[in-house]
Nanobody, 118 residues
Framework: VQLQASGGGLVQAGGSLRLSCAAS????????MGWFRQAPGKEREFVAR????????YYADSVKGRFTISRDNSKNTVDLQMNSLKPEDTAVYYC????????????WGQGTLVTVSS
């Protein structure tokens, strides 16, 4: 599976961005999908996760109520809608795929940079 993240950019605080992760090479319908981020000088952290049917999702406390993860298995894509962005959301965002029988994420995208100005 190859994952391609896109949609990053520069936005003012309070604004919105929508990230998209497109997969090729294999259908995503058997994978849990997640978004992670890594800010400058910090370790990568979990942002959101969605089950393979799209009915169950989990969020980091820091983004709960502001970010929404969704997926379209027919298009092999996973999106992250980010609203009410804050400067502390500035990071490189990565999408990742975990097969339902795996204990960890198997595939990672290359990352897309989100910069939130104050």
């Amino acid at each position: 599976v190859q994952l391609q993240a896109s949609g990053g950019g520069l936005v003012q605080a309070g604004g919105s961005l929508r990230l998209s992760c497109a997969a090729s090479g294999r259908t995503l319908s058997s994978y849990f999908m997640g978004w992670f981020r890594q800010a400058p000088g910090k370790e990568r952290e979990f942002v959101a996760r969605i089950g393979w049917t799209g009915h169950i999702s989990y969020y980091a406390d820091s983004v709960k109520g502001r970010f929404t993860i969704s997926r379209d298995n027919s298009k092999n894509t996973v999106d992250l809608q980010m609203n009410s962005l804050k400067p502390e959301d500035t990071a490189v965002y990565y999408c990742a795929a975990q097969h339902t029988v795996s204990l960890s994420y198997d595939y990672w995208g290359q990352g897309t940079l989100v910069t939130v100005s104050s």
